[in-house]
């Protein structure tokens, strides 16, 4: 357990990343030492040490980029170092093309190489040192090279149980919050004051972090050859999370609407129409509060939302839902008339209640039926 430990806060400071581009550096130094006869591969282990990145798609993405970027500084180099004089007036234009390049931002902060290189192979050109232009650009090449091959199979990461934890952060946030309306509705209280000043903004970061834990976790899923990877390669749906933000959005209106209606929280309602055989109840006498027992049940049905079934308190909850504005000829209590809170809380439901996605069909092999036939 203890190493279990060790190992994943390795992970959290990024010790995989660092060892994964220390090993692209070595392997570049000593390739470009043996094939290029050069002395100190410098450009080749830097362009391995650079583009290496915590998934697979960012190693390749970040090296094409570099890529681009020392290419486009060749070529405003190569130019401007054979056809403009004087020097200094080629080393301007140089200067000023390639930073204007890297200003674009096409190339993100990779957009440094484009004057860097550039600024090199003018100074190498304009020396009558081709030969050095071809072995740096050979480094380079190789860099890259083991870089992206370091990257994609040197245990590349799968960010999959960080997106789970963030999931499972938002999803209980949101139970709690439906859970904490119901009981500002049921004591007459506003919700800010049950569930804290804050608690919208809580719900908003817990939304962002779980975005991005799960774009991260699918993007580390891409390309990827560990094992582990291909086991775990439909286990994440987005569709939980597009339901969690959905009733995350619809419970901060419905707590905004119940602070600035203050009695929606406060006041009888009118007493009910009395059953055959019964006696009318007294004046003032309050009504059965269905709407706060409908929030508890919704926060119930987000807590079990994990992308499999709905969890089974949901059709009654929806049914009730449905003669909660019919039942008495009046607003439910709570809700202080406002049919906004109820179209909330029905949006809520019916989001919840929306089909969990199928796996995906496995391809058809022709000889699937010799494998599932009985033997003879």
Same mark, same amino acid.
């Given at each position: 357990? %203890?190493?279990?430990?060790?190992?994943?806060?390795? &992970?959290? $400071?990024?010790?995989?990343?660092?060892?994964?581009?220390?090993?692209?550096?070595?392997?570049?130094?000593?390739?470009?030492?043996?094939?290029? %006869?050069?002395?100190?591969?410098?450009?080749?282990?830097?362009?391995?040490?650079?583009?290496?990145?915590?998934?697979?798609?960012?190693?390749?993405?970040?090296?094409?980029?570099?890529?681009?970027?020392?290419?486009?500084?060749?070529?405003?180099?190569?130019?401007?170092?054979?056809?403009?004089?004087? =020097?200094?007036?080629?080393?301007?234009?140089?200067?000023?093309?390639?930073?204007?390049?890297?200003?674009?931002?096409?190339?993100?902060?990779?957009? $440094?190489?484009?004057?860097?290189?550039? $600024?090199?192979?003018?100074?190498?050109?304009?020396?009558?040192?081709? *030969?050095?232009?071809?072995?740096?650009?050979?480094?380079?090449?190789?860099?890259?090279?083991?870089g992206l091959a370091c *990257?994609?199979?040197?245990?590349?990461?799968?960010?999959?149980?960080?997106?789970?934890?963030?999931?499972?952060?938002?999803?209980?946030?949101?139970?709690?919050?439906?859970?904490?309306?119901?009981?500002?509705?049921?004591?007459?209280?506003?919700?800010?004051?049950?569930?804290?000043?804050?608690?919208?903004?809580?719900?908003? /970061?817990?939304?962002?972090?779980?975005?991005?834990?799960?774009?991260? =976790?699918?993007?580390?899923?891409?390309?990827?050859?560990?094992?582990?990877?291909? &086991?775990?390669?439909?286990?994440?749906? &987005?569709?939980?999370?597009?339901?969690?933000?959905?009733?995350?959005?619809?419970?901060?209106?419905?707590?905004?609407?119940?602070?600035?209606?203050?009695?929606?929280?406060?006041?009888?309602?009118?007493?009910?129409?009395?059953?055959?055989?019964?006696?009318?109840?007294?004046?003032?006498?309050?009504?059965?509060?269905?709407?706060?027992?409908?929030?508890?049940?919704?926060a119930l049905c987000v807590?079990?939302?994990?992308?499999?079934?709905? %969890?089974?308190?949901?059709?009654?909850?929806?049914?009730?839902?449905?003669?909660?504005?019919?039942?008495? *000829?009046?607003?439910p209590a709570g809700t202080?008339?406002?049919?906004?809170?109820?179209? %909330?809380? *029905?949006?809520?439901?019916?989001?919840?209640?929306?089909?969990?996605?199928?796996?995906?069909?496995?391809?058809?092999?022709?000889?699937?039926?010799? /494998?599932?036939?009985?033997?003879?």
């Open positions: 357990m %203890h190493g279990t430990r060790l190992s994943a806060r390795f &992970r959290h $400071l990024g010790g995989a990343e660092a060892a994964r581009a220390a090993v692209a550096a070595g392997l570049t130094w000593q390739t470009c030492t043996a094939l290029l %006869h050069t002395s100190a591969p410098y450009a080749g282990a830097v362009a391995a040490v650079l583009i290496v990145e915590t998934t697979v798609v960012g190693t390749a993405g970040a090296a094409l980029r570099y890529a681009a970027g020392c290419l486009l500084g060749v070529l405003v180099a190569v130019p401007g170092a054979l056809y403009v004089e004087p =020097a200094t007036a080629g080393l301007g234009l140089v200067a000023f093309a390639s930073v204007l390049l890297a200003r674009q931002g096409f190339l993100g902060h990779y957009g $440094l190489h484009v004057p860097t290189t550039a $600024l090199l192979t003018y100074a190498m050109v304009r020396g009558r040192h081709s *030969g050095e232009v071809v072995s740096h650009l050979a480094e380079i090449v190789l860099g890259i090279a083991f *990257g994609a199979l040197l245990f590349p990461a799968v960010r999959v149980r960080s997106a789970e934890r963030a999931l499972d952060d938002l999803r209980l946030l949101t139970a709690r919050s439906l859970d904490g309306l119901a009981a500002a509705v049921a004591r007459h209280e506003r919700p800010r004051d049950l569930l804290g000043p804050t608690w919208q903004d809580d719900l908003d /970061r817990a939304l962002e972090r779980a975005r991005g834990a799960v774009e991260e =976790a699918h993007e580390s899923l891409r390309w990827n050859v560990r094992p582990t990877a291909r &086991r775990r390669r439909w286990h994440l749906d &987005r569709r939980v999370l597009r339901t969690l933000t959905e009733v995350a959005h619809r419970a901060a209106a419905t707590g905004r609407l119940l602070d600035a209606h203050p009695a929606a929280t406060t006041g009888e309602t009118a007493p009910s129409a009395p059953a055959a055989g019964e006696s009318a109840p007294g004046a003032g006498t309050p009504r059965t509060e269905p709407y706060p027992r409908l929030l508890r049940t919704a807590y079990s939302c994990r992308g499999g079934r709905p %969890h089974p308190a949901l059709p009654a909850a929806r049914h009730a839902l449905a003669r909660l504005d019919t039942a008495d *000829g009046g607003p202080a008339g406002d049919p906004r809170l109820l179209e %909330h809380l *029905g949006a809520v439901l019916d989001r919840l209640a929306a089909p969990a996605p199928a796996p995906p069909a496995r391809p058809h092999h022709p000889s699937a039926r010799h /494998r599932l036939s009985p033997r003879r």
